[in-house]
């Protein structure tokens, strides 16, 4: 029974540890070096390469991600995934991520975003709020955590996806 506290008490401050140092940020407080508006894509995709070519966005599950021209933040498109989650994929280790975001619909009121590195987790399964009602900033730092080479963006409505997402910014 002592061991088994002791082995509950030590995963509870890893956890909480790994929240610290998934640190939420602003888009000022980091020098971001790349950016991604979606602007150079239209139509309905699987997967389509991003970030001037450095990364892959691609879908996580069946449906489509779809470029629309309706409601963006920046410039004139911005993407959601249809009935499909996104994740973002880079060949190399980065350091901050974030970009703006919002509800496609009335039923997906946040969504589920998780860091990897070499195919595993880095900190934890972070849920934020997300509205139909305006865009609002997300973004992390995970630079002591190792830093992230994917992400994953799970909407959290009755189907996947339907979060819109634009201004994407790595570091």
Same mark, same amino acid.
């Given at each position: 029974?002592?061991? +088994?506290? %002791?082995?509950?008490?030590?995963?509870?401050?890893?956890?909480?540890?790994?929240?610290?140092?998934?640190?939420?940020? @602003?888009?000022?407080?980091?020098?971001?070096?790349?950016?991604?508006?979606?602007? =150079? !894509?239209?139509?309905?995709?699987?997967?389509?390469?991003?970030?001037?070519?450095?990364?892959?966005? &691609? +879908?996580?599950? /069946? /449906?489509?991600?779809?470029? #629309? #021209?309706?409601?963006?933040?920046?410039?004139? @498109? =911005?993407?959601?995934?249809? &009935?499909?989650?996104?994740?973002?994929?880079?060949?190399?280790?980065?350091?901050?991520?974030?970009?703006?975001?919002?509800?496609?619909?009335?039923?997906?009121?946040?969504?589920?975003?998780?860091?990897?590195?070499?195919?595993?987790?880095?900190?934890?399964?972070?849920?934020?709020?997300?509205?139909? %009602?305006?865009?609002?900033?997300?973004?992390?730092?995970?630079?002591?955590?190792?830093?992230?080479?994917? !992400?994953?963006?799970?909407?959290?409505?009755?189907?996947?996806?339907?979060? @819109?997402?634009?201004?994407?910014? !790595?570091?």
């Amino acid at each position: 029974m002592k061991n +088994r506290k %002791l082995l509950i008490s030590s995963i509870a401050l890893l956890v909480a540890q790994s929240a610290l140092a998934q640190k939420a940020i @602003k888009p000022g407080d980091v020098v971001w070096s790349s950016y991604e508006h979606f602007e =150079s !894509v239209s139509g309905f995709y699987t997967y389509f390469p991003g970030f001037s070519g450095t990364a892959m966005v &691609q +879908r996580y599950g /069946g /449906g489509m991600i779809q470029v #629309t #021209t309706s409601d963006c933040y920046s410039g004139v @498109k =911005s993407i959601y995934g249809d &009935q499909t989650d996104v994740a973002v994929v880079w060949p190399s280790v980065k350091q901050a991520f974030g970009g703006y975001f919002k509800s496609c619909d009335i039923w997906t009121t946040g969504m589920w975003v998780t860091f990897y590195r070499a195919g595993l987790q880095v900190g934890i399964t972070q849920f934020v709020s997300v509205s139909t %009602l305006g865009w609002s900033w997300k973004g992390w730092n995970l630079n002591t955590l190792g830093g992230f080479d994917a !992400v994953k963006i799970v909407g959290n409505g009755g189907f996947a996806g339907f979060i @819109k997402m634009d201004g994407f910014r !790595v570091r």
